[in-house]
């Protein structure tokens, strides 16, 4: 018998979505909304993504935000191993990385959608995913696949740091056409290292908050 061939396309925008949120640094608009996340996910088909997801979103439901915010620094703001800005991974700080983001900026103008940036680079993950979500699924998936390794990139670094935010970018990745690769070598294969070329301070992969 020939069943119906499920669609992953609502599923997959809510946990673009949902990991925009998590992935993001927490604020109080983060702590009122971690109910409805939860519940959100809780609505969907029980998939990889989605189960991956919740448990991320159950680790920071509840806790202080003072103890999230300073997490949050720890993880993704002290060190470049865990860049949260996509083509930091292919590029580095290099005078190309700019051609690259002009690349981001096009596709969110072309969407139609006014993305604020919030003071972070185009290729921000929170951002992408959000325009994913709710902008232009289309080209946002198109990036974020476009990117897989810096994605798998970051998974590992997460991994290595034992951090629950490992989850939420694996989710992100099981959204994805393909298996993630079992190891970096695999991911390194598929793309060369990132050059050393130093351009400014704008192009730091991680913010300025204290």
Known sequence: MIGRRRDHATEYRVVHQVASWCLDYPDESLAQRLPL???ALTEQPQSTAVTLLATLVEHLTGRDLGDLQRDYVEVFDLSRDRALHLSYWTDGDTRRRGEVLARFKAAYRD???????RGELPDHLPTVLEFAAIADPAAGTALLQEYRPSLELLRFALLDLGTPYAAGVAAVCATLPGESPPDRATV????APPPVEQVGLELQPYGDRP
């Open 111 to 117: 969407s139609g959608f006014v993305v604020d940036l």
């Open 188 to 191: 390194h294969a598929q793309v």
């Open 37 to 39: 996340l939860g519940r």
